[in-house]
């Protein structure tokens, strides 16, 4: 499985973002899919999960800013951030679990895309 993450870019505070995580490859559409981000120094940092149902979970430092969704049918999800924070500054990675159940553990994903640079200012 191959995932590729685009959409991140420069913005102001309390701008918006999508991102997006396109997967291919021989891909299993029961799997989980989550959003992770890291800053340099620091452990990767689960921000959201959702699986082919549709049922999600967000890390509590997140908020209500970010929104997971996903299109089973093109194999992409995303991850909308408005009212974007200086501290949201980081490269976020898409993950995949081969598993129904969702899980914030970065242990438990199989597979990662290589990151998408999300770099907000004040």
């Known amino acids: 499985v191959q995932l590729v993450e685009s959409g991140g870019d420069v913005v102001q505070a309390g701008g918006s973002l999508r991102l997006s995580c396109e997967a291919s490859?021989?891909?299993?559409?029961?799997?989980?899919m989550g959003w992770f981000r890291q800053t340099p120094g620091k452990e990767r940092e689960f921000v959201a999960a959702?699986?082919?149902?549709?049922?999600?979970t967000y890390a509590d430092s997140v908020e209500s800013r970010f929104t997971v969704t996903r299109d089973n049918r093109k194999n992409v999800m995303y991850l909308q951030i408005i009212n974007l924070k200086p501290e949201d500054t980081a490269i976020y990675y898409c993950?995949?679990?081969?598993?129904?159940?969702?899980?914030?553990?970065?242990?438990?994903?199989?597979?990662w895309g290589q990151g998408t640079q999300v770099t907000v200012s004040s």
């Open positions: 993950a995949a679990r081969e598993s129904r159940r969702l899980t914030t553990n970065p242990k438990s994903y199989d597979y």
């Open positions: 490859g021989p891909t299993d559409s029961n799997y989980v």
């Open positions: 959702i699986s082919r149902s549709g049922d999600h």
